[in-house]
């Protein structure tokens, strides 16, 4: 595998199920980001982690709760959502500036959700 | 992080130089111009990024103004397959600093 891979590709979920989004970079990279993009609406950033601290937390509801157990694998757990909720989420990895990138982020192929 | 300003959409002929301007006016000494695409139904793609001088790698060049208050992205021989949104973004190249994507340009190449 290579680059940042995201699990499932599609989700269909009930508002009182729960679920988890996966998120692998094998890019080596120290930096990993939870995206949400609505339909025609522009990309809004979730959630950054940095060195597996959350530096980042965009105003998100609870409903939407990340972890980052290493530097390589970032989750998203779903649970109680809305239907508003549907979008597809993406996720991307950086390379810091400290440390030898530019902070150019790498982003995975997205995971399309649908909240019924 | 400075705004930047996009014109929505652009068509351009396939096999021609595409120019794609982003104004960034309000743009500070130690924030970059960072250019992504985003081809449909996929994650946005880096294409590039400057702070001062121009940029040139294997998709495109990066003009910025000696002012930095604008710039072009200039993909050289647009194909079919550039069809895409592309984003200009101003940002610190800090650790785990975030993007903040705009509504960016919508660009149709056509045969």
């Known amino acids: 595998e290579t680059g940042v891979t995201q699990t499932p590709r599609h989700l269909v979920m009930g508002m009182t199920n729960k679920k988890s989004l996966k998120c692998e970079q094998h890019?080596?990279?120290?930096?990993m980001y939870w995206y949400k993009q609505s339909a025609k609406k522009p990309l809004e950033l979730m959630f950054v982690?940095?060195?597996?601290?959350?530096?980042e937390n965009n105003s998100v509801p609870s409903r939407f709760s990340p972890e980052c157990p290493n530097s390589s694998h970032l989750f998203l757990h779903l649970h109680t959502l809305q239907p508003e909720d549907s979008a597809l989420y993406l996720c991307?990895?950086?390379?810091?500036?400290?440390?030898?990138?530019?902070?150019?982020?790498?982003f995975g192929p997205g995971t399309r959700l649908t909240v019924l | 992080d400075a705004k930047t300003t996009q014109p929505p959409s652009m068509d351009c002929a396939e096999g021609r130089a595409a120019n794609l301007p982003c104004n960034h006016s309000?743009?500070?000494?130690?924030?970059?111009v960072y250019w992504y695409r985003q081809i449909h139904s996929q994650g946005p793609q880096y294409i590039i990024h400057?702070?001062?001088n121009n940029e040139t790698n294997e998709m495109a060049s990066l003009i910025i103004t000696e002012d930095r208050k604008s710039s072009t992205l200039i993909l050289p021989h647009a194909t079919l397959r550039d069809t895409a949104v592309y984003y200009c973004?101003?940002?610190?190249?800090?650790?785990?600093?975030?993007?903040?994507f705009g509504g960016g340009t919508r660009v149709l190449v056509k045969p």
């Open positions: 991307a990895s950086s390379q810091s500036a400290l440390a030898g990138g530019d902070n150019e982020q790498f």
């Open positions: 890019l080596g990279h120290n930096a």
């Open positions: 982690y940095s060195l597996e601290e959350r530096v």
């Open positions: 309000t743009i500070s000494g130690n924030e970059y």
């Open positions: 400057g702070l001062k």
């Open positions: 973004i101003v940002s610190l190249k800090a650790a785990g600093n975030k993007l903040t």
